[in-house]
T-cell receptor
């Protein structure tokens, strides 16, 4: 248990659906991240939030919409996804958004049909 | 642009062997180098973090070294056990981003 909890663990959705991924951290960290992990590719950073303010948007398509209502919660809203968006989506947190040790959740395995 | 490479991509060894996993990076201006472990279908667990000013870090049977001038880091696992079976990823922190390698998938058999 790393102190970072992601729900749901698995999600299957159609291309016209709208769904949300949730991440919660109980570590008192100020930075939270969304990463995408596709088969045989390195982890890709999607978004970084520091003190609830987005500080990084790594050229992610607008069909992915992050939300950080407070420093403990992070959401990733999904709409009109494509099959190639199927991947493991990982949330992480760190004390600050400056190269410190990352603590990851267990991820949401997303399948887009 | 930083690129991180890990060799080998997969490794299968008998229990008890000492192992070396390799990580290379193209831009030596890193802030730190981190090693993670990932079990199938799970998130990443941080193993070791080496600051750019350090040469190595140790935790139990794990030892990670860093040679910035040559753009290399190694993860040494002593007396491997079946429970060490997982994918090991290294990541280099540059400026404001952690860049990951594709990992080494390790299988330790009894």
């Amino acid at each position: 248990e790393t102190g970072v909890t992601q729900t749901p663990r698995h999600l299957v959705m159609g291309m016209t659906n709208k769904k949300s991924l949730k991440c919660e951290q109980h570590l008192g960290h100020n930075a939270m991240y969304w990463y995408k992990q596709s088969a045989k590719k390195p982890l890709e950073l999607m978004f970084v939030y520091s003190l609830e303010e987005r500080v990084e948007n790594n050229s992610v398509p607008s069909r992915f919409s992050p939300e950080c209502p407070n420093s403990s919660h992070l959401f990733l809203h999904l709409h009109t996804l494509q099959p190639e968006d199927s991947a493991l989506y990982l949330c992480a947190s760190s004390p600050r958004a400056q190269g410190e040790k990352l603590f990851f959740g267990s991820g949401t395995q997303l399948s887009v049909l | 642009k930083q690129e991180v490479t890990q060799i080998p991509a997969a490794l299968s060894v008998p229990e008890g062997e000492n192992l070396v996993l390799n990580c290379s990076f193209t831009d030596s201006a890193i802030y730190n180098l981190q090693w993670f472990r990932q079990d199938p279908g799970k998130g990443l667990t941080s193993l070791l973090l080496i600051q750019s000013s350090q040469r190595e870090q140790t935790s139990g049977r794990l030892n990670a070294s860093l040679d910035k001038s040559s753009g290399r880091s190694t993860l040494y696992i002593a007396a491997s056990q079946p429970g060490d079976s997982a994918t090991y990823l290294c990541a280099a922190y540059n400026t404001d981003k952690l860049i990951f390698g594709t990992g080494t998938r390790l299988q330790v058999f009894p």
